[in-house]
């Protein structure tokens, strides 16, 4: 197998393991495991992408990886800006 196609799948996984945990009520949207998940997700099919290129799918990676750190970044603005407000 190929290091490229090998990474791609440890992304998949990353993925699926995410959104696993999230409907099994183990992880929140909030919690950054699942923000790492993604990323690493995004991170390892970009990789993988870049080797075995398909534009569509490129797009949706990084679109999606983009949206994660958006998102984890205004979670924790929030969290702060609460717990800030609590003091």
């Not at 099994?24 to 950054?32: A, K, S």
Request: net charge positive; no cysteine; hydrophobic share 55%.
């Amino acid at each position: 197998m190929e290091l490229a196609t090998a990474i791609g799948l440890i992304g998949a996984v990353a993925y699926l393991a995410g959104y696993a945990l999230i409907q099994m009520r183990v992880l929140t949207i909030d919690d950054g495991r699942y923000a790492a998940l993604n990323v690493l997700g995004g991170l390892a099919l970009i990789y993988s992408l870049l080797w075995n290129f398909n534009l569509g799918s490129f797009l949706t990676q990084v679109a999606w990886l983009i949206f994660t750190v958006v998102g984890y970044v205004h979670s924790r603005h929030r969290r702060r800006k609460a717990g800030a407000a609590n003091q």
